[in-house]
């Protein structure tokens, strides 16, 4: 069935460093790519998505690429903040439904 | 614009109690989802409504839980009775999904049930 894996935490920074978070994906179909964030005591926010290959979504310095020969939707910044301390979900939506599927989350720690 | 109200926020019972969760959705969104968090894990679809018909409950426990939409708004999710593995964080979500693909869910903040 449809899948997602992403990388384990917790992913531990220092401010202005350079992060990856691995996410890669199984699916008989073309799904859309999403990335959602949990603040610390907050719901999920939805932090950037890409509908077809090749798609690019950013948001508040964050960037992922649908890449479809890899199957991967990596989540990237460039300069992390420690406001960015948070848990990261990578999803999948088939265009069948609009039922979600979530990777098991990646926990990010950025020390100042 | 309010966003997906759920309550209550916290909730703690013994085994095989029961308990209800509340959602009011975002004004005029169409589908609202119920998803299950257990600790260290991604949420996981129970159940989904469209207006107040079911589109998939495929991953919900029907023996104990339970879910309605009356009047296409408000939802309640029921567990009776509860187990220690029921133990997690409901999560309501609803989005506009009316005829675009994967239209944006808007979450709460979630019920953390501890079931003892």
């Known amino acids: 069935g449809d899948s997602v894996t992403q990388m384990e935490g917790p992913v531990t920074l220092s401010e202005e460093a350079f992060l990856t978070i691995n996410c890669t994906y199984t699916a008989t179909g073309y799904p859309s790519l999403f990335w959602y964030v949990q603040y610390p005591g907050e719901g999920l926010q939805l932090l950037l998505k890409?509908?077809?290959?090749?798609d690019k979504g950013s948001n508040k310095g964050f960037e992922a690429t649908y890449r479809k020969e890899t199957t991967s939707f990596h989540l990237e910044k460039g300069s992390v903040q420690v406001s960015d301390s948070a848990v990261y979900f990578c999803?999948?939506?088939?265009?069948?439904?609009?039922?979600?599927?979530f990777g098991s989350g990646t926990r990010l720690l950025v020390r100042p | 614009e309010a966003g997906v109200a759920q309550s209550p926020r916290y909730k703690i019972i013994e085994k095989r109690q029961s308990v209800a969760f509340w959602c009011n959705p975002i004004s005029g969104h169409a589908t609202l989802y119920w998803y299950q968090q257990i600790l260290g894990q991604g949420p996981k679809l129970l159940i989904q409504?469209?207006?107040?018909?079911?589109?998939?409950d495929s991953q919900l426990p029907k023996d104990r839980f339970s879910a309605e939409r009356l009047k296409g708004v408000d939802s309640t999710l029921k567990i009776q009775p509860a187990k220690l593995e029921d133990s997690a964080v409901y999560l309501c979500a609803s989005s506009l999904a009316d005829r675009r693909r994967n239209a944006e869910q808007y979450f709460g903040p979630g019920t953390r049930l501890t079931v003892t």
């Open positions: 999803a999948l939506g088939m265009d069948s439904s609009y039922k979600l599927i």
């Open positions: 890409a509908t077809k290959a090749d």
């Open positions: 409504f469209q207006n107040n018909g079911v589109v998939d």
